[in-house]
């Protein structure tokens, strides 16, 4: 049997230590989808394998580093966090375990690591949400260390269904798949007219112009997730209207999936210029709870993705949140059933693994 280390480096966690983001979610997941295929050996930090579902942390070891979200991060702190990671690597790299080492979690500084370090001759195999990093002179050369890293690596899992890369072979596959026992209890029938904004609300989230549209339009929306910048949470509730409700909070799993069951809609404010070329959890799980994404075109059409569009935020008007959306919810049940179902995840992760 062959052997795979699945590796998270970052170890992202609030200033309680509960982690954050969807590091524990495909962590368990594609433990799970392959786990009969391969031995698997798990290396992360202890707040990843805490969150982490007990059938999807089998063989696993603690990497030592964590990284601190929030918004005050002295320079030192932001340094000492990108040494922490480089750490993690370092040691999952010179884990003798296997040859095969897949980074299923990843962003800038792994690449750095790979350009700089190579890859200790292990074969990489990398999940990436984006297809580059930018514009400008900072993106340029970002983008150019991106393109060095990709040579020491073996394969790329792109979760974009359009994303290209020049130096290393590339296949998409989802970063979830639909779970009916998961999602099916709490996909309902009928919802409340409501909008809902989820997850962590971070810079990306052009929240500013979210308030600013659905106060013009007077719809209900409910924006519910951790802020990290105290002095935006407070700005943003100084110019919410009463049909705004803002909920500064880490959701649990129950409390994230009741909201977007019951909601006719989930806004993501994402900018056409980073979005269009990433992919987002939440705006797969719409599609598994049947609730209609409203976002830029841009990156409702770089998702590949139905649901209602806009081109600009702050302008959106309320008769698009009327539209018919059957047709949206007919796409969404094809694609749970084709694209997203967990038989074809399994199959095309143990067939690129391989290779």
């Not at 969807?22 to 786990?35: F, M, N, T």
């Not at 290396?43 to 579902?53: F, V």
Request: some cysteine; aromatic content about 10%; glycine content about 8%.
């Amino acid at each position: 049997m062959k052997k795979i280390i699945l590796a998270e480096y970052q170890g992202r966690q609030d200033i309680s230590g509960k982690a954050v983001g969807h590091g524990p979610k495909v962590l368990g997941e594609y433990a799970g989808l392959i786990k009969d295929e391969y031995e698997l050996t798990i290396l992360a930090p202890r707040c990843i394998l805490k969150a982490t579902a007990p059938d999807g942390r089998a063989g696993s070891k603690v990497l030592p580093h964590s990284i601190v979200m929030k918004s005050d991060n002295s320079v030192f702190e932001k340094i000492f966090n990108k040494i922490k990671m480089f750490a993690n690597i370092n040691m999952v790299l010179k884990n003798n375990a296997a040859d095969t080492v897949w980074f299923f979690n990843t962003e800038f500084y792994l690449m750095l690591y790979l350009a700089v370090f190579g890859n200790n001759k292990k074969n990489i195999i990398c999940t990436l949400f984006m297809e580059n990093f930018g514009g400008g002179l900072r993106g340029s050369v970002k983008q150019r260390i991106f393109e060095a890293a990709q040579k020491k690596m073996r394969l790329i899992i792109s979760t974009g269904p359009g994303f290209c890369f020049k130096n290393v072979p590339y296949k998409f596959i989802p970063d979830y798949y639909c779970d009916e026992a998961e999602y099916a209890p709490y996909r309902r029938p009928v919802r409340k007219e409501q909008a809902v904004c989820l997850g962590t609300m971070g810079a990306e989230k052009q929240l500013e112009e979210l308030v600013e549209g659905f106060n013009r339009t007077g719809y209900p929306l409910v924006i519910a997730g951790c802020f990290y910048d105290r002095d935006r949470l407070a700005r943003l509730k100084e110019a919410a209207a009463d049909n705004i409700t803002i909920r500064d909070e880490y959701l649990s799993r129950e409390e994230y999936l009741k909201l977007l069951g019951e909601s006719s809609f989930v806004v993501l404010p994402y900018s056409a210029s980073q979005y269009a070329t990433q992919t987002s959890g939440v705006l797969q799980e719409a599609v598994f709870m049947d609730t209609v994404a409203v976002s830029h075109r841009a990156v409702l059409e770089g998702n590949r993705i139905a649901g209602i569009a806009y081109d600009e935020l702050k302008n959106i008007d309320r008769s698009l949140l009327e539209k018919d959306t059957a047709g949206c919810k007919k796409e969404y049940a094809r694609l749970r059933k084709e694209l997203y179902s967990k038989e074809a995840m399994a199959k095309e992760l143990c067939k690129n693994l391989s290779l």
